[in-house]
């Protein structure tokens, strides 16, 4: 694997493996400190798996595994957040976690920290401006947090946070100053040699909502950084670009779930109460209300090609 500039920041992924399986395919990638890796019981799962186990090393929990539940179809929820990745010592040796019966990367957290000036706030709102963050259609938006310390630093979010992508921009040199404690945060200047204001950080969140993330993202992860938006490659320029594509079927089966929503906000109380008033025969009321002839847009927009949920 090529030395790459932006690191993993968040790493999920599923698949329909036994917890121990998922876990034994993890510790190569952790090096020597593989053969410590172990499961730790917890009391329950979340969103709607009915088991969890912490992964640790000792008494530091790295990540967990959320599995079991009918309703979860056999599969296995692995969530290493940045603390994890950080003790990540060989993101190639990946092969046995993709081998995994059914693995899919669910989310990526992609991070570059420029450590000379290089990236600020004041460049990311300029660039926000300019349309830097436009790939496709209306421009995402952009919230400032700020605050009246300016040693508290300041984060731009770009985006929708439940959307496939989603950006993060902030001063990583007064976080990791605030790290070390209140008494002496104030009274750091540098990090590492570099000054704190200086210390920047980008993180680009992907998530498989609509656009899948191939396996080869953590490889090619610069290149796929670059592709997300136009500011990305502008902070990391030289690198050939890598663009991920959005499902073909999605836009389909969005544009006949929004005519439904569309009918469901005009007619559905009148469905309804015509459903009690035929005393619970839906066969009668559908009878009444179905059409004899298609709908040309959605026909044109391709909904009768895709599968839908």
Not at 70 to 88: F, I, Y
Not at 126 to 139: S, Y
Request: charged share 30%; proline share 5%.
């Amino acid at each position: 694997m090529l030395e790459q500039k932006t690191t993993v920041d968040w790493f999920r992924f599923r698949s329909k493996a036994e917890p121990e399986h998922v876990l034994e395919a993890l510790r190569p990638m952790f090096g020597d400190l593989g053969p410590s890796l172990r499961l730790a019981g917890l009391e329950r799962g979340i969103l709607g798996f009915s088991n969890a186990s912490s992964v640790v090393v000792g008494d530091m929990v790295l990540g967990r595994f959320d599995y079991g539940g009918e309703s979860q179809r056999g599969w296995l929820r692995a969530d290493l957040p940045g603390k994890a990745c950080e003790w990540v010592k060989d993101w190639s040796a990946l092969d046995l976690v993709e081998s995994l019966p059914s693995s899919q990367l669910k989310r990526l957290d992609l991070a570059l920290t420029t450590w000379d000036g290089e990236v600020t706030h004041e460049r990311v709102c300029r660039a926000h401006g300019a349309g830097r963050f436009t790939t496709r259609g209306r421009p995402p938006t952009l919230k400032q947090i700020t605050s009246s310390d300016p040693r508290a630093g300041r984060t731009c979010y770009v985006g929708n946070r439940e959307s496939d992508k989603f950006l993060r921009c902030y001063e990583k040199g007064f976080e990791l100053a605030a790290k070390l404690g209140h008494s002496l945060a104030s009274s750091i200047v540098s990090i590492d040699g570099k000054k704190v204001e200086d210390i920047y950080r980008v993180e680009l969140e992907l998530k498989d909502k609509d656009t899948p993330i191939p396996w080869e993202v953590i490889e090619r992860r610069d290149q796929y950084f670059t592709g997300a938006y136009p500011f990305c490659a502008d902070v990391l320029p030289g690198v050939e670009a890598d663009i991920l594509m959005r499902r073909p079927e999605r836009d389909p089966q969005l544009s006949l779930k929004a005519a439904l929503a569309n009918i469901k906000h005009s007619y559905g109380p009148t469905l309804f109460t015509a459903l009690r008033a035929y005393h619970g025969d839906m066969t009668a009321v559908w009878d009444q209300v179905i059409g004899d002839k298609h709908n040309h847009e959605l026909l044109e927009a391709g909904v009768l090609l895709v599968d839908h949920d």
